[in-house]
């Protein structure tokens, strides 16, 4: 998976899609992101909902996701918005227990 800010500022998260790729697993409504060499970097991320998605992604602009990468627009408690993409297979979860929501 890939995150990147859209809008507010969100420590760890670039405004840009990163080049490497991170992992992500949900705890509850947190999104808690492992990043780095060794995925020793961890960002909680409290999510309050799912504004878009999950859509189709531009390959172009996500790379290394396969060729139809898939993304989900998320507000955080913060009032920032972020979005993260990953592969088509794993669409289903990104909204994670959102999912209805979305």
Not at 12 to 24: I, N
């Amino acid at each position: 998976m890939q995150l990147r800010s859209v809008t507010g500022d969100v420590a760890g998260v670039p405004d840009a899609w990163p080049r490497g790729a991170a992992f992500g697993r949900w705890v509850h409504d947190v999104l808690v992101v492992h990043q780095g060499l060794a995925l020793v970097r961890n960002i909680p991320l409290p999510v309050a909902g799912v504004s878009e998605g999950p859509k189709a992604a531009d390959p172009g602009d996500v790379k290394h996701l396969g060729d139809a990468p898939q993304v989900v627009t998320l507000r955080l408690d913060s009032g920032a918005v972020i979005q993260v993409a990953a592969a088509r297979a794993a669409a289903d979860l990104l909204a994670g227990p959102l999912h209805a929501a979305a």
